[in-house]
């Protein structure tokens, strides 16, 4: 027997919500939408939903909308049944129940991260661990110790120490032998990197090595400082070194395929800084797509790095697209419909509503409260007294009658700024809601309740 869900909304959005759940011919579900007595179903709350729903009749789930307010958990204990939050948009119900059948699993990966301190030298203990902290925070599984040349670090076996001490794997990385000697006695698990000529300090410390070949492009002594080591059992991972645009990229991503041909079963290493740093471009999709490199491959690690400004939650972006990249390949499917986190400056359903629609939204509103939405042709606001459309909010702001109160001016500047970025990139807006910059910006966890002037009201998107 289907499921029965007993979808709840307000005026506004039930016959929109109707025609969204008639056309998902796929359903595998019963439904009754009911009417809550509202006009906007944003304005909903749990407690609400507790004194007007009453009778559920034969529903298996509940289903309100994305933006109710209260805890919707203790909906379960009364009505008896599960009480779930929808979409905020119900534009996305499709995608909700697609998403829902999936039941895609982002938990896992297989590609670790190494996040270097590059400066880690010129850094105290502390700060040093202060840095870890936050690398490991946005996803890193490793810590790695980033040595300058003709610098001295004398605190090396301090930091390695004191990361080992405070839980984190760690590597030294550095292009002098004897630095990295002193970090493998410290305990360092990993050594960044070991040539077929400094192979031998592999024999001295328990550090697993990274090798790379003994000069840039000479993939045979990589092959062949991999084949030692798989000789004496020990373990290792092999980097052919990823080269900057220009200077040999496409040569190189052909040297990692060649590396992966020749011995498939070698753990690979990717450097990815010497495309994210060295290019001016959001470090977002190069990410995505050296991520998917990566996966294909079958690479078991990356070395990344936030140096540049405009690479400073390479971090973070990497995190989101390994768990992206090892879903979509365990279900032989591409990388779209699993996170949104490297969709920074564009979504892919930035304009849910026509201006038709939006058009028939506003001529049931009965009320003063400004709604705000937006549709390929521009920024919409409305009341009951009427609509206004332009792409440029100085052109809005004279037709809305709010020059002498201050808190709906601010507010509505606040808004429209958004509604005006939203639609020049190609973003979703949602009123009363931050734009979404996935992993290109830190979520604040706040409302924007606690920054809106006391006695206002504007919520108002179905």
Known sequence: ?????????????KASLCRELEGLSDKDFEYEVR??????????????????????????????????????????????????????????????????????????????????????????????LERARAYAADGADVIDLGCLPGTPFEHLEEAVSCLITQGFEVSVDSFDAAELARGGKAGAHYLLSLKESTLDLADEVASVPILIPEEPGDLESLFRAAEAMTNKGKPFLADAILDPIHFGFAESLGRYSELRRRMPQVEIMMGTGNVTELTDADTTGMTGILMGVASELNAAAILTTEVSPHARTAVREADAARRMMHAAKEDGRLPRGYHDGLLALRDRKPFPYTPEEIAETAKAIKDPSFRIQVSEDG???????????????FELFPALGVETDGGHAFYLGVELARAQVAWQLGKRYLQ??????????????????????PGTTFKGRQ
């Open 35 to 128: 009417d809550l007595g509202l006009q906007v179903a944003a304005l909903m709350t749990a407690s609400m939903i507790q004194r007007r729903l009453g009778d559920i009749g034969q529903a298996d789930r509940v289903l309100v909308p994305g933006l109710c307010g209260g805890n919707v958990a203790d909906l379960v204990d009364h009505f008896g049944i599960p009480v779930e939050k929808g979409p905020d948009d119900l534009k996305d119900i499709r995608e909700y129940f697609g998403a829902e059948a999936r039941q895609t699993d982002l938990s896992r990966y297989v590609v670790r991260i190494f996040a270097e301190i590059v400066d880690a030298p010129h850094l105290t203990v502390d700060e040093i």
């Open 1 to 13: 027997m289907p499921e029965r869900i007993l979808f709840l909304t307000g005026r506004l959005a």
């Open 379 to 393: 920024i919409h606001v409305f009341n009951r007294d009427g609509m206004h459309t332009a792409q440029q909010p």
């Open 432 to 453: 009363d809601n931050e734009l979404h910059w996935g992993c290109a910006v830190q979520e604040p966890d706040r409302s924007d309740e606690e920054y809106r002037p």
